[in-house]
């Protein structure tokens, strides 16, 4: 059976790359590009544990020994056509010994692939097939063999004066040799795609038809996804550039069947936009404006770093949506890139366990109730976290977890790539069919050289068969910006929402903003904020916000900058408690010379909620760096937060960097780093490194960290050497 599904593109790939290597004049052994990697770690780890109730102590020793070596090469066989391949090689040998227990483990993967790539004027091209193979097991029990295997095809058409079109298929196999029946694997998917685009005088039509056909051969469960999305825009500028117009239709139809028995999982239907907050102490059950950064890359969220508390990522959907599973997908693992960090699957399989996950969702993105989970699986295949809870209808979701500390894989990260979220149907549900039409445009028009305004509309319409849902969303709203003279200006916004849904009551959502912006000299600007939001809910009632902040920016000297924040925020929501909330911020930056900086930082804020003691929180950083010679570099950060009397948060970090060569190919560096979290844990670790490129193409380092965790349980002591050596070629 596996013969076989190499089928017409493994068949086609071969034929053509054997009538190239035929016609071609010079030997294929000559490669044109050639490129070898070979990495070897040697990471070894002691700790000691001590529970503080018994004093009782254990002891584990860990020696990790991994080798990777990769082999790429290119050849071109005739202009135009380029043949390519490799072969990937990882080896993983682990001893633990516990108390005198030793276990040894033995992880091995191999990743032979080969391409096949046609560059021409009109037509693109490219062929692969891929296999890793990995191998798991111990001396104590049976090794299991896991094999995924990849086909991509995809032709990319660009004729002239004519639309240009991608066609794209890729089938993943995923099987294994497991040590038991209930732990077989055998699952198939087939990815078809066909996208057009074309672009006519102001006019713009893309239109993607794609088919995604999943089978567990194990189950007997399939799905198939069929979707058909189109878009049509149209944009141009009327009365000598002062009207402009962008408009936009998108029709977008997804139809799921079902066959067999398996968990029936749709995306939601909306995808929602991405926020995270670096700084999301435990329980995480409320936050406050400001707290979470928006439309920015999750990749700035890493799962495995030092002195970092609790974090949170989430999902801001635009109206209530119901949702039960959500995806966290990782940037993948690149073995062929000197640069990248970002940990294997395999090794973030070993740590999985370790993470303490918690969900939660909101009405207002400020207090945030907790949700019953399922237990997090890690799908070492997909590279992602798969985090179910119950099913839920929100506007909003968060999901927090506490980093894990860097000497579980020293020098590696675990960033994110994205989040997908999902809803389950019913188990008798056998198709399922979503059909959204959104209109969109926007008119902004010059009325003179210092004033324009604009105006913005949105209708969206959602339904999905055979559970007659509905759902319509209807936005407009109006700009204005006028310059007063050299120093004023001003804006003003206002909108209005309103979201129907079938079976509840509508929703309806005003937003009145404006601003004052004042730069009064070159060195010192203002800005004023007013915002007002309505929300009128016919099922919960009616609830408002106001908001006032100001903030002013200095340089007060050269090399000397000063920034002045002040807010207040009064809420009065529909259901819950009114709250007020005042904020104060300052910074300041100082460069007395070339060779040394200071940034200083602090914030407080008050909280008052009706019927509760007034809740108080602030912080202050101090970061100095100093750079006395050019190769000597030293750096200090100091960081407090207090919530209440008994809830501090102090983080100090301290390093020294010397590259004793002008070229930097030796470098030693030694840092310091005291994390104290009344709430968790402290933790204390000293790690010195060194770093030595004897020649362009070799590297080698060597870390090494002791510290200690201690929290009101157990004092973790612990040791950590990881010696890399890397040569490429």
């Known amino acids: 059976m596996r013969l076989l599904v190499l089928s ?22 000559a490669a044109d590009s050639f490129r070898l990697v070979a990495d070897e770690e040697y990471y070894v780890t002691d700790q000691r544990v001590t529970t503080k109730a018994t004093g009782e102590t254990t002891n584990t020793k860990s020696e ?20 390519g391949g490799g072969f990937g090689f990882t080896q993983l040998n682990a001893e633990i010994k516990n108390d005198g227990e030793k276990e040894t483990t033995k992880n091995t993967s191999q990743r032979p692939y080969v391409q096949l790539l046609l560059d021409s004027s009109n037509l693109d091209s490219v062929s692969s097939y891929g296999k890793n193979t990995i191998e798991r097991g111990n001396f104590s029990s049976e090794s299991s063999k896991r094999y995924t295997e990849e086909y991509i095809q995809t032709f990319n058409w660009k004729p002239v004066q004519l639309p240009e079109s991608d066609f794209t298929y890729i089938r993943n196999l995923a099987y294994n040799e497991p040590t038991s029946q209930e732990l077989k694997l055998d699952r198939q998917s087939d990815l078809y ?15 993607i038809h794609s088919r995604s056909d999943i089978n567990d051969n194990v189950t007997g469960f399939e799905n198939r996804l069929t979707g058909d999305h189109g878009f049509v825009s149209y944009s141009n500028s009327f009365y000598d550039g002062k009207v402009t117009f962008n408009g936009r239709v998108r029709a977008k139809r997804d139809e799921v069947k079902f066959w067999g028995e398996g968990e029936r999982l749709v995306p939601t239907t909306a995808a929602g936009g991405t926020f995270y907050n670096t700084d999301d102490p435990p329980p995480a059950t409320s936050n406050n404006p400001g707290d979470f950064v928006y439309n920015q890359p999750l990749s700035n969220i890493n799962l495995l770093q ?51 996950w918690s969900v939660y969702i909101s009405d207002d993105q400020l207090t945030w109730f907790p949700q019953p989970m399922r237990p997090v699986i890690y799908d070492e295949i997909e590279n992602r976290f798969e985090i179910s809870f119950n099913s839920t209808q929100t506007p909003y979701m968060k999901i927090a977890v506490t980093p894990l500390p860097t000497f579980y894989l020293p020098g590696k990260e675990i960033r994110l790539a994205q989040l997908r979220p999902f809803r389950t149907l019913p188990s008798d549900t056998s198709e399922f069919t979503t059909t959204d039409v959104t209109t969109t445009f926007n ?38 910006n006028h310059i007063f003279n050299e120093v004023f200006v001003g804006n003003l916004s206002l909108s209005r929402a309103t979201v129907t849904e079938r079976g509840q009551g509508d929703e309806t959502g005003h937003l009145f903003s404006s601003s004052l912006m004042a730069n009064y000299l070159p060195t010192f600007n203002q800005v004023l904020t007013y915002s007002f939001t309505h929300r009128d809910d016919e ?18 000297y050269t090399g000397w900058s000063l920034t002045l924040d002040g807010a207040y925020t009064m809420q009065e929501p529909a259901k819950g408690e009114n709250s007020d909330s005042l904020f104060f911020r300052v910074g300041s930056n100082v460069t007395p010379n070339r060779w040394m900086n200071f940034s200083l930082f602090y914030d407080k804020r008050w909280t008052n909620i009706d019927g509760q003691a007034e809740i108080r929180e602030e912080s202050g950083e101090a ?88 929290d009101d349980f157990e004092r973790v002591d612990f040791k950590t050497a990881l010696l890399t050596l890397r040569a490429f070629y």
Not at 64 to 83: A, C, G, I, R, V
């Open 8 to 29: 017409f593109i493994s068949t086609t790939l071969i034929f053509l790359a054997s009538v190239a290597i035929f016609i071609s004049p010079q030997p294929l052994w």
């Open 64 to 83: 990790d020994f991994k080798q990777l070596y990769s082999l790429d090469m290119t050849k071109e066989l005739m202009p135009n056509l380029t043949l």
């Open 193 to 207: 795609q066909l996208e057009t685009r074309y672009d006519y005088k102001n006019y713009s039509f893309n239109y």
């Open 306 to 356: 030092d002195g970092g508390g609790q974090l949170s990522f989430g999902l801001d959907f635009l109206g209530e949506v119901q949702v039960d599973t959500i995806y966290v997908e990782l940037l993948p693992y690149d073995l062929n890139d000197p640069t990248n960090r970002q940990a294997s699957p395999s090794e973030i399989a070993d740590l999985q366990s370790l993470y303490s």
């Open 443 to 480: 008119i902004n028009w010059a009325m003179s050289p210092k004033t324009t305004s604009g105006y913005d509309f949105i209708y969206r319409q959602e339904e999905t068969d055979p559970f007659d849902e509905k759902r319509t969303l209807l936005s407009n709203g109006a700009r204005l």
């Open 539 to 556: 099922d919960e009632g009616s609830g408002t916000t106001n908001s006032l902040l100001l903030r002013n920016n200095l340089d007060l």
């Open 623 to 710: 970061i100095i760096s100093w750079v006395p010679l050019a190769s000597l570099s030293l750096y200090a950060d100091f960081f407090v937060k207090k919530r209440q009397s008994d809830d501090t948060v102090t983080r100090q970090k301290y390093s020294v960097s010397w590259a004793p060569f002008r070229d930097g190919t030796l470098r030693f560096s030694i840092a310091y780093s005291i994390d104290n979290n009344s709430v968790s844990s402290d933790t204390t670790t000293l790690t010195p490194t060194i770093f030595w490129r004897p020649n362009k193409k070799t590297q080698l380092s060597l870390n090494y960290s002791i510290g200690k965790r201690e």
